[in-house]
Structure formats: structure tokens, C-alpha cells
């Protein structure tokens, strides 16, 4: 699914894995600006994540953000169409208890505070 650039997004005919860093309020300009780090839930849109992780699940079609990890930047939003499987990854996939209702079933990765 080449959109042309950079993407988060990894898809195939059965799956897709959606970064939740996608999800981000605002760019790295934005969180110096906030004085917050992406790892702050208050950096992250959590109403448009729920709407999007919904339509997804409900067979729909959705215009999902990017967010650029090369340049911090907030690109132009991506088609995502509903596959079998869908995955949703990063900071705060269990956070928002809406979203959290709509998994059908989570992994949590405890990682070491070094790599966080």
C-alpha cells in the first residue's frame, strides 16, 4: 500500500497494524510549545482514536493521521480499509478505558526503562 511517503501503517490482505503514535495532538514544535512529551496521555487524541478504532471494527473505512517520525511532523491522513486482523501498537493502547473496551484481545509488552 505505497501511499507515496512515509507511513506508519504496515498492511497486508489479511492485516493491519496501526501505530498509535499516529495519534499524537501535536507535532514536536507543538509538545515544545506544551512543554509535554508524547509519552503525557494529554498528547494524544484519544476521542479520534476511539472514533477511528470503531469504524475499523465496524467494517469501515477510515482517513487515519500520520505522524512522521523522521521530521516530528503531522502529515497528511491515509485511507485505511478494514482488514480480518487489525492491530493496534504504541504508548497507550489500553489508556482511554472506550478504546480499551473495543479490543478483542491485548498483549502488553513490559519493556526495560532503558529502551523506554
Known amino acids: 500500500n505505497d501511499i507515496g511517503r512515509e507511513t506508519n501503517t504496515l498492511i497486508s490482505d489479511m492485516t493491519t497494524v496501526i501505530c498509535l ?3 499524537h495532538s501535536n507535532d514536536r514544535a507543538g509538545r515544545k510549545v506544551s512543554g509535554l512529551t508524547a509519552l503525557n496521555p494529554k498528547e494524544n487524541n484519544f476521542d479520534l482514536m476511539f472514533e477511528q478504532v470503531k469504524a475499523i471494527k465496524e ?3 477510515i482517513m487515519k493521521p500520520i505522524y512522521n517520525h523522521v521530521n516530528g511532523t503531522l502529515d497528511e491522513v491515509e485511507e485505511i480499509k478494514p482488514t480480518p ?3 493496534f501498537e504504541g504508548l497507550h493502547p489500553f489508556y482511554d478505558e472506550r478504546v480499551n473496551e ?5 498483549i502488553y509488552v513490559d519493556i526495560t526503562p532503558e529502551v523506554k
Open 21 to 23: 503514535d499516529d495519534y
Open 59 to 61: 467494517g469501515k473505512s
Open 85 to 87: 486482523i487489525v492491530i
Open 102 to 106: 473495543l479490543m478483542d484481545f491485548r
